[in-house]
């Protein structure tokens, strides 16, 4: 369900995505042979847009980015950064200007696993099934055995996201995640592109759609970050405030610039049936689907692979937290070097990392004593 962004400039500090000159031409790749194979159409490349929130982040762009030094260092990561006024910033409520990234991607992550599911099936190698992995894997010297499904295979890789914490695999993996939701909406306003505002919006295009027109009408509006419930139903009784979160950014993105009613006026009574909640939602448009999902971010916000401790031909690639569009494909490469030539993970990859750093301190302090 993720929205499957790929952002090189993000956060209030306006700081360059992590690694992104390793990271980002690697997931382009990937995505663009994958629509080649498949014939499908799901990784969009285009400018995306960022509405400054305050003058602070005004100013901390014109500083950081609009510098020689900010537009050299732009220039040698393939970067092209460009300040926006209000006016080219419609249909947003956006009176410090923002700016446009290029090149910003958007992985469209459903019809992408439809792609790549209907690929291996093809070939008889899609097997949907939830493995018990206390139970499943039988390992040998050479390698490692999942007799239900009759294969065998020299090596495995575990990619279960939070679920990781259910069997004792990698249970000891630091994961640190945040439920995150989104709402579906049909609105009437036209959104040219990819917006990162008070909430990041994304107008929706039909997978089978030839050229890159938005489609009027349906949009995506996230996220929210929540470390505290991980119960990811919309049923949920803080869902309700996850979803008038949402509805609240929208309008201060959207409603003050055209003097339409927000949220807020709408929202007087504190009624949580889902008929008035439904109704209220209604204000300017309509939502059409909400949806949540738990992040498996780890507590430094890097990635988490590599190999089992004891058992050398079963391997991760966890703690993708809020990236994992972006992030996937190069680990992914580097994991198989690490696989099958024996190349060492970098320790900031390395999902063991704070075994190893507090080793360290540990020695060192130990070290001093003596
Ligand atoms: C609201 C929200 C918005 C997001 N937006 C973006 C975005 O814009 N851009 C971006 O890059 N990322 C985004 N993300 C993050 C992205 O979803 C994650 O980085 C990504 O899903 C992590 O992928 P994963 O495969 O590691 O884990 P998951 O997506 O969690 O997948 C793990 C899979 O393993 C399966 N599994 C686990 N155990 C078993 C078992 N025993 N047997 C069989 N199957 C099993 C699970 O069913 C699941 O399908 C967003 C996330 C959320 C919640």
Not at 105 to 120: C, E, N, S
Not at 157 to 162: A, E, K, R, S, W
Not at 190 to 205: E, N, R, T, Y
Request: glycine share 6%; net charge neutral.
């Amino acid at each position: 369900m993720a929205a499957g962004l790929v952002t090189p400039v993000t956060g209030d500090r306006l700081a360059l995505s992590w690694q992104w000159s390793e990271f980002y031409p690697a997931c382009n790749a990937l995505y663009e042979q994958i629509q080649r194979i498949s014939l499908a159409h799901f990784w969009h490349v285009a400018p995306a847009w960022r509405v400054f929130q305050s003058d602070a982040e005004r100013e901390r762009f014109f500083q950081r980015w609009w510098s020689e030094e900010g537009k050299l260092e732009m220039g040698q990561q393939g970067i092209a950064l460009e300040p926006m006024s209000e006016e080219q910033l419609q249909p947003f409520h956006a009176p410090g200007g923002g700016f446009s990234m290029w090149p910003a991607g958007r992985l469209d992550t459903r019809a992408y696993l439809d792609a790549t599911a209907k690929y291996f099936r093809s070939r008889n190698r899609w097997f949907p099934i939830h493995l018990d992995l206390e139970q499943d894997l039988k390992f040998t010297p050479d390698d490692v055995r999942v007799q239900r499904l009759g294969l065998q295979s020299r090596m495995m890789v575990l990619c279960q996201g939070i679920s990781a914490r259910t069997n004792h695999w990698f249970h000891a993996l630091p994961l640190h995640p945040a439920r995150g939701d989104i709402l579906e909406l049909a609105s009437d306003t036209l959104i040219p592109a990819v917006a990162h505002h008070a909430a990041w919006v994304v107008p929706l295009q039909a997978t089978n759609e030839a050229n890159d027109q938005p489609r009027r009408g349906r949009i995506l509006l996230g996220a929210t970050y929540d470390r505290n419930c991980l119960d990811t139903s919309i049923e949920h009784p803080n869902a309700l405030g996850f979803r008038r979160e949402l509805l609240q950014r929208w309008n201060s993105m959207m409603a003050l610039a055209d003097g339409r009613l927000g949220l807020d006026d709408t929202l007087t009574s504190e009624s949580s049936d889902s008929e008035s909640s439904h109704r209220r939602d209604r204000f300017e448009g309509e939502v059409l689907a909400h949806v949540a999902a738990v992040r498996p971010a780890s507590y430094d916000r890097h990635p988490l692979i590599g190999p089992h401790p004891t058992q050398p031909n079963l391997f991760c690639l966890n703690g993708l937290g809020s990236k994992g569009s972006l992030m996937a494909p190069h680990l992914a490469n580097l994991l198989l070097d690490c696989m099958l030539e024996n190349q060492k993970i970098e320790s900031q990859l390395h999902w063991r990392r704070r075994d190893e750093s507090s080793r360290r301190s540990h020695d060192s302090k130990r070290r001093e004593s003596t």
